[in-house]
């Protein structure tokens, strides 16, 4: 334990710089992963105001998905806030999505409920885009039934869409999560 804590020290006030290191990434990883989280908020508070940035980032974004995972939500709060004041182009980003996807599962109730309402807005495009449809999907399995619901009860709304996005690429599998979700 004593071991672990002196590596994690040696990454104060570097955090960012190894959040965006392909090597050093995965020694952040592990310390978040194994540290008590008591020990973690330095991670935190290097990360505050850098959140977008490291979801967007093809290394960062795992560590704030170990964050995320392993944190009380009361310490992560800052950083997903974040996160979800630009949610709906994270949703979009081939690295971001993981993020949100994350705070669907690992996430407060209304942290939930606030990505399904921010999809629920443009629904129809976001479950036929290429990276959005996943998050889609994701909301279809962790947000609360009410959510779930609206969601769905949107992707109906119109019979021709709702054919089409059974038909496109994307929109296919989300249709099929639809289906399960209607099954429970």
């Not at 104060?12 to 990883?29: D, I, K, T, W, Y």
């Not at 606030?114 to 443009?122: G, I, S, Y």
């Amino acid at each position: 334990d004593a071991e672990r804590r002196r590596v994690a020290a040696q990454l104060r006030g570097r955090v960012r710089e190894a959040s965006a290191s392909p090597h050093a990434n995965h020694v952040l990883q592990k310390c978040v992963e194994l540290l008590p989280v008591e020990d973690l908020q330095f991670v935190l508070d290097e990360l505050k105001g850098h959140a977008v940035a490291a979801s967007r980032h093809r290394y960062g974004c795992r560590v704030l998905e170990r964050l995320i995972e392993r944190c009380p939500s009361w310490q992560t709060q800052a950083i997903v806030d974040e996160v979800l004041g630009s949610a709906s182009q994270l949703c979009r980003h081939t690295f971001g999505n993981f993020v949100v996807q994350h705070v669907l599962e690992h996430g407060t109730a209304p942290q939930r409920s606030f990505v399904a309402e921010m999809l629920l807005a443009d629904i129809q495009r976001l479950a036929r885009h290429r990276v959005a449809s996943h998050v889609v999907r994701a909301a279809l399995v962790h947000c609360a039934a009410e959510d779930r619901h609206q969601l769905i009860m949107a992707m109906r709304a119109d019979p021709n869409e709702l054919a089409d996005l059974a038909h496109h690429h994307c929109g296919s599998f989300v249709v099929r999560e639809m289906r399960r979700e209607m099954k429970r």
